[in-house]
């Protein structure tokens, strides 16, 4: 199914570019940034891991924030090539408060993707339901975590614009997942991550933010 994820998000490189000339899409996408990213000033001086980057609207962010160092990973090349290109163009127009940012892609799997450093945050976002093995890919992706570090995850919920969300893909080849709040507490309790915030976000997505931490998970049992 990787081949046919790859494939479709090759095919939506325009799409994407053109979805901020839709207001809809933008006021959702506001309410999923501001509940995934509290505040800017998280990513400043950090290494960060943005995984299933797409075109890069997070990896913007993460720059405006001024982080060290932005790792993109994503199975589509093309959307690289257009993060790659949104990129020079915010990095000439966009404030960053720091001028040494620097940015690497790599195209390939989140699942096969091999780090050469441990990051400080880590964003999962709207790729997540796009996996096979979600409890693998987190326990996976903790042992890229600094101690302490953050993982921000967006994910669809199980809901009724949720299931047109799945339909949408499925009309595509692609069977994504939908979660509930339960099942990505399960999930996290069974990491090494310790879980800081879950909720969720209107109309259809769950946030949660990770913390990777030594001690067992007692919050939310
Ligand atoms: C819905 S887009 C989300 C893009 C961006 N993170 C955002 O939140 O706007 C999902 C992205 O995840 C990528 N993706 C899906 N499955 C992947 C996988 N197994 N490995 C790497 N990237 C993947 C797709 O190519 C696509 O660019």
């Given at each position: 199914?990787?081949?046919?994820?790859?494939?479709?998000?090759?095919?939506?490189?325009?799409?994407?570019?053109?979805?901020?000339?839709?207001?809809?899409?933008?006021?959702?996408?506001?309410?999923?940034?501001?509940?995934?990213?509290p505040k800017k000033f998280i990513f400043k001086n950090k290494k960060v891991l943005d995984l299933g980057c797409g075109n890069g609207i997070y990896t913007n962010l993460i720059f405006q924030g001024g982080a060290e160092l932005?790792?993109?990973?994503?199975?589509?090349?093309?959307?690289?090539?257009?993060?790659?290109?949104?990129?020079?163009?915010?990095?000439?127009?966009?404030?960053?408060?720091?001028?040494?940012?620097?940015?690497?892609?790599?195209?390939?799997?989140?699942?096969?993707?091999?780090?050469?450093?441990?990051?400080?945050?880590?964003?999962?976002?709207?790729?997540?339901?796009?996996?096979?093995?979600?409890?693998?890919?987190?326990?996976?992706?903790?042992?890229?975590?600094?101690?302490?570090?953050?993982?921000?995850?967006?994910?669809?919920?199980?809901?009724?614009?949720?299931?047109?969300?799945?339909?949408?893909?499925?009309?595509h080849g692609i069977r994504v997942k939908l979660f509930s709040i339960k099942e990505l507490k399960k999930m996290a309790l069974k990491s090494d991550f310790c879980i800081d915030k879950v909720e969720n976000i209107f109309p259809?997505?769950?946030?949660?933010?990770?913390?990777?931490?030594?001690?067992?998970?007692?919050?939310?049992?």
């Amino acid at each position: 199914m990787t081949n046919e994820v790859s494939l479709y998000f090759d095919s939506q490189v325009h799409a994407y570019e053109n979805l901020n000339k839709n207001l809809i899409w933008k006021k959702i996408k506001k309410n999923e940034i501001e509940a995934l990213i509290p505040k800017k000033f998280i990513f400043k001086n950090k290494k960060v891991l943005d995984l299933g980057c797409g075109n890069g609207i997070y990896t913007n962010l993460i720059f405006q924030g001024g982080a060290e160092l932005i790792d993109c990973v994503d199975i589509s090349s093309k959307m690289l090539e257009s993060l790659v290109s949104n990129s020079s163009n915010n990095s000439n127009s966009n404030s960053n408060s720091n001028s040494k940012t620097k940015i690497r892609t790599f195209c390939t799997q989140i699942e096969n993707f091999k780090p050469d450093i441990k990051y400080d945050v880590m964003i999962l976002s709207g790729s997540f339901e796009f996996l096979k093995h979600h409890q693998n890919v987190l326990n996976l992706i903790s042992t890229y975590m600094q101690p302490g570090g953050l993982l921000l995850i967006l994910a669809p919920r199980k809901n009724f614009l949720g299931g047109l969300y799945y339909l949408f893909h499925l009309y595509h080849g692609i069977r994504v997942k939908l979660f509930s709040i339960k099942e990505l507490k399960k999930m996290a309790l069974k990491s090494d991550f310790c879980i800081d915030k879950v909720e969720n976000i209107f109309p259809f997505a769950l946030v949660m933010h990770l913390k990777k931490c030594e001690n067992q998970n007692t919050l939310y049992e």
